[in-house]
């Protein structure tokens, strides 16, 4: 399964980005879906997942209320709508499907400048 992800880019701290990816599976499994980011010299970190029941949500603490994660099970989409973008948001933000092994997209850039 091949996971692509588009959008990020580069703004100023307090803007808005979003990333989405696409799951390109023709099976009919449903996974826990989401996001998880690394910055260099640090270790990847979860920021947000979409339960495979569409009920189950979490995000990373620094994230809670600024970042929102949405989930399309038909077209096996997920996005992270990222509000109030702060300079420690900065990474390579990676979606992550839940499979056995995982399944991790190549990571697209979100650059927030100060």
């Known amino acids: 399964v091949q996971l692509v992800e588009s959008g990020g880019g580069l703004v100023q701290a307090g803007g808005s980005l979003n990333v989405s990816c696409v799951a390109f599976?023709?099976?009919?499994?449903?996974?826990?879906m989401g996001w998880y980011r690394q910055s260099p010299g640090k270790g990847r970190e979860a920021v947000a997942i979409?339960?495979?029941?569409?009920?189950?949500?979490i995000y990373l603490d620094s994230v809670k209320g600024r970042f929102t994660i949405s989930r399309d099970f038909t077209k096996k989409t997920v996005h992270l709508q990222m509000n109030s973008l702060k300079p420690e948001d900065t990474a390579t933000y990676y979606c992550?499907?839940?499979?056995?092994?995982?399944?991790w997209g190549q990571g697209i850039q979100v650059t927030v400048s100060s």
């Open positions: 599976d023709d099976g009919s499994m449903v996974y826990d």
């Open positions: 979409s339960g495979w029941d569409g009920e189950r949500i």
């Open positions: 992550y499907e839940d499979t056995s092994p995982s399944n």
